[in-house]
């Protein structure tokens, strides 16, 4: 079972004491870990993944987890060995964030860290976080307009003394330098990172020209997670973006609004946005009927034309769809809005204009249609 919950300041989200089952999704706000009357940390990092330690290892909680201000929870109540049969994905999100605690226990084994990370505070946004460090502003102004429509928040420096004092007053989720910062200054900035209390496990991208195999070197010596080229193909960057941060990158296509599954059709497609949207199709549908959605509006207006990648990505949906009691509507413009009933398994889909529309022809009685 899979389950959103809204929790106010100070609810109790997991018990200590309890033996628990699958694990949590932090969607939005923040958790404090709490043993006794001490907060050990606060998590405000939206899917962050916690609760997960007393099934793998078969014991009872020993600490509590509290929501800190208003917070939203997904619950994934089911056997992790289930799950992750599932759904592999889920399998290597697992096994990076215990990765990254063990990494986090060593450092304050060794005394490289405080054992308590500095709170974020209840005010501060819960955007995700990118600094683009690169001397020239209109890299960093790229990058900042591209990923505008992710509501990412991104910053930018223009060496290696600006960009350090950035990390040593706030984090980021992801840090992107240029490999071609002056006096191999990215791979110095690269190490020093590396000691920064508040992004030293931050990952870090390598920007690179195309075909300068040896920045690319450089950057995999110097223990960059990715790279990422010159000028930028914007889907490829994103989606290596999704990849290092760990995100689900189906956000960027289906999202659950108020009782309905949103599924918006990207304006462009290529080999790599086909292939996201089928990976994360059927666990998104699974998702939505969990939490007692049955109705999906399928967005078509972003379509800058209407080609076979976009009606193969639809025609699967509609073979994916056939048979679960879900209602479908497909927001659609122009003349050929009638077209996608021609599609296997979506005859009786509801064409529309707008989402209002939709949702009129959600409350519609079915019993005039048949009529």
Known sequence: MIRSVEHADGDVILPEGELG??????????????????????????????????????????????????????????????????????AVKLIRTLGRRLNRMNEIAFGAMPAEPEATGGGESQQVKLLVVDDKPAIIQQLQDALAKNEWAV??????????????????????????????????????????????????????????????????????AECITKPFDLIKTE??????MNLDSSERYFDVQEDYLYFRLPNEFTNFIVNDIKENMESRIKNTINEGIMKIIIDTT??????????????????????????????????????????????????????????????????????
């Open 155 to 224: 910053s930018g420096a223009a060496g290696e003394a600006e960009a350090l004092a950035q990390c040593q007053s706030s984090t980021f989720n992801c840090i992107l330098i240029s490999m071609a910062l002056p006096d191999d200054s990215a791979v110095t900035l690269r190490r020093k990172l590396k000691t920064t209390n508040n992004v030293m496990n931050t990952p870090v991208v390598g920007m690179i020209i195309t075909g300068d195999e040896d920045a690319q070197s450089r950057a995999i010596e110097a223990g960059f």
């Open 21 to 90: 089952k699958g694990f949590c999704v932090l969607e939005s706000g923040a958790i404090e870990v709490v043993k006794g009357d001490k907060v050990l940390s606060t998590i405000d990092a939206k899917g962050s993944v916690f609760g997960e330690l007393s099934e793998i290892l078969g014991i009872k909680r020993d600490v509590t987890i509290r929501a800190k201000g208003e917070t939203v929870v997904r619950h994934v109540e089911e056997n992790l060995e289930v799950i992750v049969m599932k759904n592999p994905k889920v």
């Open 302 to 371: 972003s379509l800058e034309e209407m080609d076979e990648a976009a009606v193969e990505v639809v025609g699967d949906l509609a073979e994916a769809l056939e048979k679960l009691p879900m209602e479908v509507a497909v927001i659609a413009e122009g003349e050929d809005g009638d077209m996608w009933n021609n599609l296997d398994g979506a005859e009786d889909w509801g064409i529309c204009e707008d989402i209002s529309e939709c949702k009129e022809y959600f409350d519609r009685d079915p019993e005039e249609d048949e009529e």
């Open 239 to 244: 989606a290596a973006l999704y990849q290092v």
